[in-house]
């Protein structure tokens, strides 16, 4: 599967009246647009294509439930009155864009070096970003928003799976919400999670839809760690860090790892 045969097939199953599409060669993006509300999205391709080559058909089924239940809100109005309990914090890297196409800044906060927290109105099988436009429209204070969803974060489970690899114990927690990575907010977790490692406590969070959290006991833990985070980094939806962080004293500090068992 190349990048040709990926837009080909995702044209097919996403083709329909009202829509128009844009492939960027450049850039390795097919932009998907609603004719009628002039709203569109935009997915990596190359990504697509690395995915596929691990699940196959999956990663464009994925691909194209996104896209549509993404369309499907676009140029829709939203009221968060009464939804207090549908606003979540969710996580992305620092290179996300900071306002709607329409250029309506978003609400987010600064969360480490490479991550940012940005505040989301959930639609069901898909949510919308908070921006200021939003607030001032229906005369809510930021801090409240905040406030909000740092609570409903803390009420969603977190079952996780462990597994043990060269001496170290690796957690996954996947429940495919749209929040996994959100968890990271959660303060009150990541310390439970501290008291019961062993080792040094390292986090991961690749894209929305995982978080890693690791008790390092060796020093392979590190490269292990690291090759997972990237794996699925390129194999996520929504990519947010290929790195990793320390978790110390309530602090998470991104670590750069380079490769046989050399840190920084």
């Avoid at 968060?80 to 290179?95: A, D, H, N, W, Y």
């Avoid at 436009?133 to 803390?154: G, K, P, S």
């Amino acid at each position: 599967m190349d990048s040709k045969k990926m837009v080909k097939a995702l044209q097919e199953r996403l083709d329909q009246s009202k829509r128009s599409f844009q492939y960027d060669s450049k850039q390795d993006t097919l932009r998907i647009v609603n004719t009628d509300t002039k709203k569109g999205i935009t997915v990596e391709i190359s990504k697509i294509v690395a995915n596929w080559e691990n699940v196959q058909d999956k990663a464009i089924d994925e691909v194209v439930y996104y896209v549509e239940e993404a369309l499907k809100v676009m140029g829709e109005q939203h009221s968060l009155q009464g939804k207090e309990k549908q606003i979540f914090p969710v996580v992305r890297s620092t290179s996300f864009p900071d306002e709607s196409e329409s250029g309506n800044k978003f609400l987010f906060d600064d969360h480490t070096a490479e991550t940012r927290i940005y505040y989301a109105l959930d639609l069901g099988k898909t949510y919308r970003l908070i921006d200021h436009t939003m607030l001032e429209q229906e005369d809510w204070d930021a801090d409240r928003i905040r406030e909000i969803a740092r609570f409903n974060v803390r009420s969603l489970p977190t079952p996780v799976k462990a597994d043990t690899v060269a001496g170290n114990t690796f957690y996954f927690l996947n429940t495919n919400d749209g929040y996994d990575a959100s968890r990271i907010v959660n303060e009150a977790w990541l310390k439970e999670m501290k008291a019961s490692m062993k080792g040094t406590m390292a986090v991961a969070i690749p894209h929305q839809d995982v978080i890693i959290i690791c008790d390092i006991e060796n020093e392979t833990g590190y490269d292990i760690l690291a090759q997972m985070a990237m794996s699925f980094f390129t194999s996520g939806h929504v990519p947010i860090t290929a790195l990793s962080f320390l978790y110390e004293d309530g602090e998470l500090e991104p670590v750069f790892i380079l490769g046989k068992n050399k840190k920084r």
